[in-house]
């Protein structure tokens, strides 16, 4: 069975203080893995696709890493409008690519100004 | 391009009551999906479709029906609500060639 746990549940940072959020899986074979944005009562926002170990992707503040068995979300000088639910998923090989995603149950981020 | 789009925004039911959610997207995606999302718990698959006139069941398919008639179009029934089914659900839809799915606002339920 596919797993994903994302770890710190929530994170409470300043204003240009980085960090980093963490997604460990357990898939049987990795077809992707996804980095979505949430904010309070709205769909998830996508934000990368990683799809081998080694791969890094950035967009502004944000960049994604992945390794066999984890991801991180580095957040570097965030801004108080980076303040969502991060949310992690994988897909699965053994889908075929059709079925969906399973997801990590996020880490609620919070910048304060 | 409204993307993809969700009908109602919220609703309340009573248990034994049944009511259909309508899901559309205007991206021409073949792909189709419904999620339900808890509190405390990570969005679960509920069925998905990986075209016009078919349907699979993922994670949580009990106590919902599907249907793809138009490929626009992906329809969520509850026959019988049940308290349990309170939550937040979510359409998603895609492209055949390109993993990323796009995720509509959501429909707020809950049954009393």
């Known amino acids: 069975e596919d797993q994903v746990t994302q770890s710190p549940e929530a994170l409470r940072l300043q204003e240009g203080e980085s960090s980093s959020l963490n997604c460990s899986y357990t898939?049987?074979?990795?077809?992707?893995l996804f980095w979505y944005r949430q904010d309070p009562g709205k769909g998830p926002e996508f934000l990368f696709t990683?799809?081998?170990a080694g791969e890094e992707k950035e967009k502004e503040r944000l960049k994604a890493t992945l390794t066999k068995k984890e991801s991180f979300l580095h957040i570097t000088a965030p801004k108080p409008e980076d303040s969502a639910t991060y949310l992690c998923a994988v897909q699965a090989v053994s889908g075929g690519g059709a079925d969906g995603l399973t997801f990590g149950k996020g880490t609620h981020l919070i910048i304060q100004p | 391009n409204a993307g993809v789009t969700q009908t109602p925004k919220f609703r309340v039911l009573k248990t034994g009551q049944s009511m259909t959610l309508l899901c559309a997207q205007d991206m021409n995606h073949e792909y189709m999906y419904w999620y339900r999302q808890d509190p405390g718990m990570g969005l679960r698959l509920i069925h998905y479709s990986v075209g016009e006139g078919t349907t699979a069941k993922g994670e949580v398919p009990d106590g919902y029906n599907v249907s793809r008639l138009k490929k626009q179009n992906f329809l969520l029934g509850l026959e019988s609500a049940a308290p349990s089914q309170t939550s937040v659900y979510f359409c998603a839809s895609r492209w055949t060639g390109n993993n990323e799915q796009f995720f509509g606002p959501g429909t707020r339920l809950t049954v009393l």
């Open positions: 990683l799809y081998s």
């Open positions: 898939v049987s074979g990795l077809r992707g």
